[in-house]
């Protein structure tokens, strides 16, 4: 074996090593270019999707894109390799579920997804998820409990939280993960 053989397989192991510590040390930017299984429904998208592991609530988050640019359906799954499920609101239309999209997302009033200082941000229309289970919680900084909905009170939409992905690229050579960069267009927080 030569030398460029053994520094390129030294060089693949510490990526690989590096990769597999995400979990536990992820950079709240970076996120994983990858397909992930999940319900689908009227609002569901079929655009580029991303994962990363969110260290506050212990949880895997799921987005798909719905078009170009930034707007994203949320899904959560407790583990890596599992089926994500749709995350919802239980008090809303799901306006805090863009903070694990966007660090810099701040909710003063709970009723006003611009109330940040988000300009961009937005909500779609609101789609009641009944009979299905679903990852849910009811106001900004909660846990998401994993709930099988009743009727009405399970609320999901599409998303827009000043977010846009680039820089999307291979960490290795050898295209073992492919990230993306999340920039934050939008959602610095208000001087009171």
């Known amino acids: 074996m ?5 520094s390129t397989l030294i060089l693949s192991l510490l990526v690989l090593s590096a990769c597999s510590s995400i979990k536990s ?3 709240p930017f970076l996120w994983e270019v990858r397909a992930f299984e999940f319900p ?3 609002l ?6 991303f994962v990363q ?5 212990g949880k895997y988050v799921g987005i798909t894109q719905c078009n170009d640019g ?8 407790s583990i890596d390799s599992g089926r994500f499920l749709p995350v919802t609101d239980t008090a809303g239309h799901g306006q805090d579920h863009c903070e694990l999209i966007n ?9 006003s997804i611009k109330s940040g200082g988000c300009t961009s941000c937005d909500t779609s229309r609101n789609l009641p998820l009944e009979n299905v289970d679903t990852w849910s919680r009811s106001r900004l900084g909660t846990q998401f409990l994993l709930k099988h909905s009743g009727t009405w009170s399970y609320q ?7 977010v846009v992905f680039e820089n999307c690229g291979a960490l290795t050579r050898l295209h073992l993960n492919t990230v993306c960069d999340a920039r934050v267009i939008d959602g610095k927080r208000q001087e009171q």
């Open 2 to 6: 030569s030398f460029t053989n053994i």
């Open 25 to 27: 040390s992820h950079d």
């Open 40 to 42: 689908k429904d009227d």
């Open 44 to 49: 569901s998208c079929n655009g580029r999707q």
């Open 53 to 57: 592991f969110n260290d506050r609530y």
């Open 70 to 77: 930034d707007e994203f359906r949320i899904y959560m799954s």
């Open 103 to 111: 660090k810099n997302f701040a909710l003063p009033n709970e009723d």
């Open 156 to 162: 999901t939409s599409r998303l827009k939280c000043g």
